[in-house]
């Protein structure tokens, strides 16, 4: 059994809600020590977000903090005092990396930028995470996942498919959850593991600068590409397959993609050979694209009489490709992920009881796999870190408590 693969790795969290934290919680999971600052009293804003276990409110019961911080240690501080930003400094210098999500230019007025920590350790990675990037005319901007989303391209081209054959005069459609989120903390967890691996070689840290906006681009380069090549505007319907895509069936939705003419001639064969898909100009790919609008109506008509499984099942059987969409409750009593260890239970901190997370999505074949803990309550982990970490005498740590700084 090998040994994790960041065990030398301590990471400091400067952020909240959704990007900051989940960097911070895919390098905890490939085994660093991370460290989660929250200011003192209410901590992140995450711990006041629903959904809540047993759907009772609590900073200790929110499922979207559980979810993010599992195995961190939680320090409160307040870094806008200047003992704050000592003990803040204190903290960076025997770091490798910071996580930080504050407003550009809030850090390098505190004293406590990038350039300044550096000076303190040259070996700081520092990631600063914002909507719009450190430079530049929009970087002063605030934005939330449905501004950067959009600004992105992401929400442009939505919706598509069936909800745009039922509602084709629909505006441009809000991305579901924190999906943008997610994935800029991916790109920032990305970026520090590239920066580490410079570091390593060549001895010094560096400041990543991730911008939400540019990390949703990379996810439309096509769509921005076309327009920046060749001057093509992507539009939802232009998005959209010919015919096929999303269907509503007995239990639900389903996929088909049958473009290619063996997999049209299969799937007319799944159908039974319904006159309708016997025209002429429905047997070669050429000219069966350009009557969806004919052959969309003849395929949902069918799907609407059978489950998911059913037609997932004939799809296998006949060579067409198709999928089924998952709900929650799918994909949580999925035989398939409960032998892959999927979900991990997690003994909460609150009477809530035992927790059931998603763990990462993949596994290292040589190392060893990161115990499943707890996200930790408000200041869990104060005396630890400022006592025995940084030398903090007890009673200057009580005496920063009642001066409300940790």
């Known amino acids: 059994m090998g040994v994790p693969l960041l065990s030398d790795i301590r990471v400091l969290e400067l952020a909240s809600m959704v990007s900051g934290p989940f960097c911070g919680r895919m390098l905890a999971f490939s085994g660093a ?3 989660k600052i929250e200011p003192p009293f209410r901590g992140d804003p995450s711990r006041h977000s629903e959904p809540f276990a047993e759907d009772i409110p609590g900073p200790d019961r929110s ?4 979810y993010l911080n599992a195995n961190k240690a939680s320090i409160t501080l307040d870094i ?4 704050g930003r000592d003990l803040l ?3 960076v210098s025997e770091s490798d990396v910071l996580i930080e999500d504050l407003e550009p230019g809030v850090l390098e ?8 920590l550096a000076n303190l350790n040259s070996r700081l990675v520092m990631a600063s995470i914002t909507p719009f990037g450190q430079n530049g005319r929009h970087s002063r901007w605030k934005a939330y996942n449905l501004n950067t989303t959009h600004a992105g391209g992401s929400g442009w081209i939505t919706p598509t498919g069936l909800s745009r054959r039922m509602y084709p005069d629909r505006p441009p459609l809000k991305i579901g959850g924190h999906v943008g989120d997610y994935y800029c903390g991916i790109t920032a967890a990305t970026a520090v593991m590239f920066a580490i691996l410079v570091r390593n070689a060549g001895g010094h840290g560096q400041h990543i600068d991730v911008s939400k906006q540019e990390a949703h681009l990379t996810l439309e380069r096509n769509m921005v590409g076309m327009y920046a090549n060749y001057g093509f505007l992507e539009t939802a319907d232009t998005q959209d397959f010919p015919y096929g895509g999303c269907f509503p069936c007995k239990d639900g939705y389903v996929e088909i993609l049958a473009h290619e003419d063996v997999h049209w001639n299969s799937l007319v064969r799944m159908m039974g050979s319904p006159p309708w898909a016997m025209k ?3 047997q070669l790919r050429a000219t069966r694209r350009l009557h969806g609008a004919e052959i969309n109506p003849g395929l949902e008509s069918w799907t609407r009489k059978y489950t998911r499984a059913h037609i997932y099942r004939l799809g296998r059987r006949h060579g067409v490709p198709v999928g089924m969409f998952s709900t929650p409750t799918d994909v949580v009593l999925s035989k398939h992920e409960r032998e892959r260890g999927f979900f991990a239970k997690v003994r909460g901190s609150n009477a809530a009881g035992v927790t059931r997370i998603p763990s990462l999505p993949y596994k290292f074949s040589s190392s060893s796999g990161i115990p499943e ?4 309550t408000l200041g869990e982990h104060n005396l630890k870190i400022y006592c025995d970490r940084i030398g903090l005498e007890r009673r200057e740590l009580a005496r920063l408590a009642q001066a409300e700084i940790v």
């Open 33 to 35: 020590e991370v460290i």
């Open 63 to 66: 499922l979207l903090f559980q």
């Open 80 to 83: 806008t005092t200047a003992t």
């Open 89 to 91: 400094k204190a903290l």
């Open 109 to 116: 007025g505190l004293g406590v930028g990038y350039d300044e």
């Open 280 to 282: 002429e100009e429905y």
């Open 373 to 376: 803990q707890r996200a930790p």
